[in-house]
Nanobody, 133 residues
Framework: HVQLVESGGGSVQTGGSLRLSCAASGITFSRHDMSWVRQAPGKEVEWVAGITSLPSLFRAASYADSMKGRFIISRDNAKTILYLEMNSLKPEDTAMYYC????????????????????????WGQGTQVTVS
């Protein structure tokens, strides 16, 4: 049974920081590319950041343009946890944040991750709410 459980969300003031975590079980975590996506009320799902399953020496992290320089994605394969450190938060960062696990696909694409989830080839958590005011 695959489970991705996000935590660490909350309410912060503009300019503040939060660290989100995503604890994974039921998958071979080290073999999955991992992503963070978010959805604000009334808006489409937006890809936030992704990190490959490659060994640390070759591992690549990618970010949406509006997150570059503010967010840091990382993973601990031994603990099977994905992280998202968010700094200099803005009101427009307010959203439900989800982690997603996928293999061998377009892990930097929200539409791909949505389709993959529907097909059962990607896994999503239930989300954690981030509110910036």
């Amino acid at each position: 049974h695959v489970q991705l459980v996000e935590s660490g969300g909350g309410s912060v003031q503009t300019g503040g920081s939060l660290r989100l975590s995503c604890a994974a079980s039921g998958i071979t975590f080290s073999r999955h590319d991992m992503s963070w996506v978010r959805q604000a009320p009334g808006k489409e799902v937006e890809w936030v950041a992704g990190i490959t399953s490659l060994p640390s020496l070759f591992r690549a992290a990618s970010y949406a343009d509006s997150m570059k320089g503010r967010f840091i994605i990382s993973r601990d394969n031994a603990k099977t946890i994905l992280y998202l450190e968010m700094n200099s938060l803005k009101p427009e960062d307010t959203a439900m944040y989800y982690c997603a696990a996928s293999v061998g696909g377009q892990y930097c694409s929200a539409p791909y991750l949505i389709r993959a989830q529907e097909k059962g080839t990607a896994y999503w958590g239930q989300g954690t709410q981030v509110t910036v005011s």
